[in-house]
């Protein structure tokens, strides 16, 4: 079982590359084990081969609560009163600081609360929900959940389970994806449909918004813990899934190539070559070019194994990314005029390094087009764009973004191009980081931050970076 979600990880690599884990059970007792890095870095033959058990969980994650620390990698990991819990989470929840309160008031022993132990100086929402979870003096953890669940809000797509039993639950908004599905003898529940091609599980359907899911040896049964009140991160669709992903029905893929068409139509330019930025403005630029009629091609070669530039953590990470990242290929640039179509623009770092690689290579011209409109306010719900003050397009109109980048044209696909591409209602999609409306209500500043917990809680045991295997 641990292979299968060593497998099912490495397939939502993109979602997260800051740590990984998997916890399994054998019926008896979980093993959890995890590290800093990418899922083949933190996992070998023999850790995978040490981790036995019908039941597993995995993660890999992109920190967007708590410091990109060993101590925040997941799966979370608590004993209860009967037994233990490990949780995953894809998300972010905007009442952590309500959280903490509910979690610092639990009645019971003091040790059985601490927050120290076992999950160490852990400082991610996560662990305020696997601790709340794990209070269940008198219920089931099954009972528990259903608590619980409804008094957290943001974005959440959980995965979790105790020695016998695996859970899945997602938030009412069904903000980030979660689907189920079946494998020849087993169920499995991943962030992305993608997940499931890769260990050979087909789809049955998408765990809806305020559901949980509850998969033991009686087989499965589903609780609704709140009403559904449907609002998908259209950002999925622009950027962060895979472009195999199926979302709500539509294709990621085929939403991106319209994405592109609608692009040209609305921003067209007279130019000799259209190229993407790979590997994300790829199916944008396909549309774009058979929009437009203008030949496709590739003007950056991409190297496969440096990761996304945008998930990783800290500003001078995202620099130095950019230029491990791509090369211009100079024989395909040298002389023309290029359109050049990317996802999104998020400070302008990345843009202005390859409007000036482009030049360097030779183009005369660099029509910059971009398949999601202006980014003008922070994700509170699992992306960690940037602070408001960051953003490009925060106080700036297109033009002066364009001269900032360098580029001789820039246009955005407007709002109800992109909401129309992916064949989803707009009243049922977040839509926020465009315009500020944001779908779940956020509490008040001083309450939001990724580092909320850290000026909490102390370190006791700062340094601590080795894998352990967490044995009840
Ligand atoms: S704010 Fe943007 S990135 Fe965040 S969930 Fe909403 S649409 Fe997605």
């Not at 070669?301 to 090369?327: C, D, E, H, M, W």
Request: net charge negative; aromatic share 6%; with cysteine.
């Amino acid at each position: 079982m641990a292979k299968l979600t060593y497998f099912g990880l490495y397939a939502l690599q993109h979602r997260g590359q800051e740590s990984a884990g998997i916890a399994v059970s054998n019926g008896r007792q979980i093993l959890v084990y995890k590290d800093m890095g990418l899922v083949s870095q933190v996992f070998d033959e023999s850790t995978l081969s040490s981790l036995r058990g019908h039941l597993a969980i995995g993660h890999s994650r992109y920190s967007t609560t708590g410091a990109s620390t060993w101590e925040n990698a997941q799966p979370t990991f608590r004993p209860t009163g009967h037994g233990s819990i490990a949780l995953g989470h894809n998300g972010n929840l905007i009442n952590t600081h309500e959280l903490r309160e509910l979690v610092a008031a639990l009645p019971g022993p003091a040790d059985e609360l601490d927050l120290q132990r076992p999950q160490g100086e852990a400082t991610n929402d996560t662990s305020l929900v696997t601790a709340l979870m794990a209070h269940h003096p008198d219920g089931t953890l099954e009972e528990r959940a259903l608590e619980v669940l409804p008094m957290l809000r943001g974005a959440y797509c959980f995965v979790w389970m105790n020695e016998d039993t695996l859970y899945a639950a997602r938030d009412p908004q069904g903000i980030r994806p979660l689907v189920l599905g079946r494998l020849e003898r087993g169920w499995v529940v991943a962030s992305e449909s993608a997940a499931l091609a890769t260990i050979g599980a087909s789809v049955v359907r998408e765990v809806e918004p305020g559901e949980m899911i509850v998969i033991d040896d009686q087989g499965l049964r589903s609780h609704k813990f709140a009403e559904p009140d449907r609002k998908g991160c259209v950002f999925e669709y622009v950027y962060l899934a895979r472009p195999d992903a199926t979302i709500s029905g539509r294709s990621v893929h085929e939403a991106r190539v319209e994405m592109g068409r609608q692009l040209a139509r609305e921003f067209p330019v007279d130019a000799d070559l259209v190229m993407p930025v790979p590997e994300s403005g790829t199916p944008a630029a396909a549309g774009y070019a058979e929009e437009s009629g203008i030949p496709f091609g590739q003007g950056f070669v991409k190297n496969a194994y440096v990761g996304r530039t945008f998930i990783q953590p800290s500003q001078t990470l995202r620099q130095l990314g950019i230029r491990l990242k791509l090369n211009a290929l100079d024989h395909m640039i040298r002389g023309k005029r290029i359109v050049v179509v990317d996802d999104s623009i998020v400070r302008g770092n990345t843009q202005r390094a390859q409007v000036r690689m482009l030049r360097e290579a030779g183009a005369l011209e660099v029509h910059v087009r971009i398949s999601s409109p202006p980014v003008k306010w922070p994700c509170f719900y699992g992306i960690d764009f940037a602070t408001r003050a960051e953003l490009i397009a925060n106080g700036i109109d297109v033009e002066e973004i364009a001269h900032s980048v360098g580029a001789d044209s820039l246009g955005y696909i407007s709002l109800d191009g992109m909401i129309e591409a992916t064949k989803q209602p707009a009243e049922q999609l977040c839509q926020a980081c465009f315009t500020g409306e944001y779908p779940v209500p956020l509490p008040d500043e001083s309450q939001l931050g990724k580092h909320l917990l850290e000026a909490t809680l102390t370190s006791p045991t700062m340094g601590k970076a080795l894998p352990v295997l967490n044995n009840p």
